[in-house]
């Protein structure tokens, strides 16, 4: 592959996520268009699913974008905007939810699961090790009875 052809493709690779934001949707303003961008990659689109709305080419991510920067340009604090967003559509939008109430249920889901599995794994690995149970003889009597049993049989 010839140089060219190579940074063509990194080119092709790195690029499709800065088309998403438009420049009509940039901010004048440096510094809140860096906190526009930083606010909208923690943000969900609602039609992606697993992409953020920087990176998003859904009309509703394009919404939400120009959504942030307006409220960024009334003054909102970054937080204040993430939750009126989250207000807006739900905690669902948000890549990190706030760990209270049932979302504490998915917090606490995964470290919970490997403390389960650490247990059993380590039950499993001691009774491993043990010897099995010594199994007794058959007396007289249950030995002439399995005698007669396989005769029949």
Do not use: H
């Amino acid at each position: 592959m010839t140089r060219l052809a190579r940074v063509a493709l990194i080119l092709a690779l790195i690029a499709p996520p800065a088309w998403s934001v438009q420049p009509d949707e940039v901010l004048a303003d440096a510094g809140l268009e860096s906190r526009a961008r930083e606010i909208s990659q923690k943000l969900r689109c609602p039609v992606c699913q697993g992409e953020n709305i920087d990176e998003s080419n859904a009309p509703i991510s394009r919404d939400l974008r120009l959504y942030v920067r307006e409220r960024l340009v009334a003054g909102d604090s970054d937080r204040e905007v993430v939750e009126a967003v989250a207000d807006r559509f739900g905690e669902f939008v948000l890549f990190e939810p706030p760990a209270r109430g049932a979302n504490l249920i998915l917090w606490w889901a995964g470290p919970l699961m490997a403390l389960v599995a650490l247990i059993t794994a380590g039950l499993f690995l001691r009774n491993r090790n043990r010897p099995a149970p010594a199994v007794e003889d058959l007396s007289e009597d249950e030995r002439r009875r399995l005698a007669e049993i396989m005769r029949d049989g």
